[in-house]
């Protein structure tokens, strides 16, 4: 019983050493024919520049920067609401001193603190659902906050014309 044991795992040995040898084989003969006509591999590789433009784009930097001319209208009208002019005067700022101004600048910037593959996990990071969840609640606060907003810039604002707040003496040299 125990040479019929050593012989059929003698012969076992022997068939898996052969189902080796035969893969091995067919794999290098595989091998070889392929290189006759290799398939080429296309990796689509984006610029920094491109990085930099996506990442802008899926964190809605330019609507933030052009919905953050708000401040200014707030300052000059001082009413606190919106109303159709101070709508009006925000669109008019953005479309005359807007976003697309200032982009090719921004794009600058990422792309020269920034390496490609950080500019890479950045545009990761921006087209994840927490992400856009927490920029999207950064614009909402704003956008809630805008009454507020306009009431104390517009009481600075006038503060200040008014002497109530002095601007130091050496800012005046």
Not at 44 to 62: C, N, P
Not at 65 to 83: A, C, H, K, P
Not at 101 to 125: G, I, M, T, W
């Amino acid at each position: 019983m125990k040479k019929l044991k050593l012989k059929f795992l003698g012969f076992s040995s022997f068939l898996l050493f052969g189902c080796m040898s035969l893969s091995a084989y067919t794999a290098i003969a595989n091998a070889e024919t392929s290189q006759d006509s290799p398939t080429p591999i296309t990796v689509t590789l984006k610029s920094k520049k491109q990085l930099a433009k996506e990442i802008l784009v899926e964190l809605g930097i330019g609507k933030q920067y052009d919905l953050y001319f708000w401040n200014s209208v707030d300052i000059s009208t001082g009413n606190g609401s919106r109303t159709k002019f101070s709508s009006w005067l925000q669109k008019t700022l953005a479309r005359v001193a807007g976003w697309k101004y200032v982009e090719s600048q921004y794009v600058a910037r990422l792309e020269s603190d920034f390496s490609e593959v950080e500019l890479q996990e950045l545009l990761d990071l921006a087209k994840h659902p927490l992400m856009k969840k927490l920029l999207r609640a950064e614009i909402q606060a704003y956008e809630e906050t805008g009454e507020k907003r306009a009431r104390l810039l517009w009481k600075a604002w006038d503060d200040y014309n008014s002497g109530k707040i002095n601007v130091p003496a050496h800012l005046w040299k």
